[in-house]
C-alpha cells in the first residue's frame, strides 16, 4: 500500500479520505478473518464494519512500534471476534457452513464441493485455538508469516510451527473424510 505510515498519520489528524483509503485497503481481508473465525457471513460483515469503527475511534492512540498497522486491525477484530463467542452461546445462529454453496452448471460438482467445504469446516473444528487462528489468518485473511505473527504476539517460527501442525491436522482429517 502506498505509504501506510502518511495515511495513517493523516488518519490520525482526522483526515476522511486517508481513513477512507486504509479501510478501503483492509476491509476484505479483516472481513474474510472474521468470517473464517465465526462462520456466519452477515454478522461477520456487522463484525468488520465495528472493527473500522473501533479503529476510527482510537486511530489517536495508535503508535508505531515496530508493528504494522493491518497487526493493530487485526488485533482489534480479534478482540470482536472472542467477545462475539463468548455471546454467542446465548442467542442462535446459522453457521455459514449449513448454507450450500453456490451452484453451477454441474450439480454434481456443485454437490461434492458442498461435501469437500463441510468436511473441512468439521476437520477445521478439530484444530486448537491457536491453529485456526492461523490458518484464519494465512489463508482467509493472505496475511503473510511475519504480519501473522505480529498479529498474534508470537514469534515467525511458532506461526511456521503451527501452520504446518494445522495443515498436517487439516491434510490427515480430510484423507480419513475421503475414506
Known amino acids: 500500500m502506498q505509504d501506510e505510515a502518511g495515511l495513517v498519520r493523516r488518519a490520525q489528524e482526522r483526515d476522511e479520505e486517508a481513513f477512507a483509503k486504509l479501510y478501503e485497503a483492509y476491509f476484505d481481508k479483516i472481513y474474510r478473518y472474521v468470517v473464517i473465525r465465526i462462520g456466519d457471513s452477515a454478522e461477520?460483515?456487522?463484525?468488520?464494519?465495528?472493527?473500522?469503527l473501533k479503529a476510527l475511534k482510537s486511530i489517536s492512540s495508535?503508535?508505531?512500534?515496530?508493528?504494522?498497522?493491518?497487526?493493530?486491525l487485526f488485533r482489534i477484530a480479534h478482540n470482536q471476534v472472542?467477545?462475539?463467542?463468548?455471546?454467542?452461546?446465548?442467542?442462535?445462529?446459522?453457521?455459514?457452513?449449513?448454507?450450500?454453496i453456490a451452484s453451477s452448471d454441474n450439480p454434481e460438482q456443485t454437490a461434492e464441493l458442498n461435501i469437500e467445504v463441510q468436511q473441512l469446516a468439521e476437520a477445521t473444528k478439530q484444530l486448537t485455538e491457536a491453529q485456526?487462528?492461523?490458518?484464519?489468518?494465512?489463508f482467509a485473511a493472505g496475511l503473510s508469516i511475519a504480519e501473522v505473527a505480529k498479529a498474534m504476539r508470537k514469534s515467525e517460527g511458532a506461526v511456521k510451527a503451527l501452520q504446518h501442525s494445522a495443515i498436517l491436522a487439516l491434510r490427515k482429517k480430510m484423507l480419513?473424510?475421503?475414506q
Open 176 to 178: 480419513v473424510a475421503e
Open 82 to 100: 472472542v467477545d462475539y463467542l463468548r455471546k454467542k452461546s446465548k442467542r442462535p445462529t446459522v453457521s455459514i457452513h449449513d448454507l450450500p
Open 62 to 72: 495508535f503508535k508505531w512500534r515496530g508493528v504494522p498497522f493491518s497487526a493493530w
Open 132 to 138: 485456526r487462528q492461523v490458518i484464519s489468518l494465512r
Open 44 to 52: 461477520a460483515e456487522d463484525m468488520t464494519q465495528q472493527v473500522f
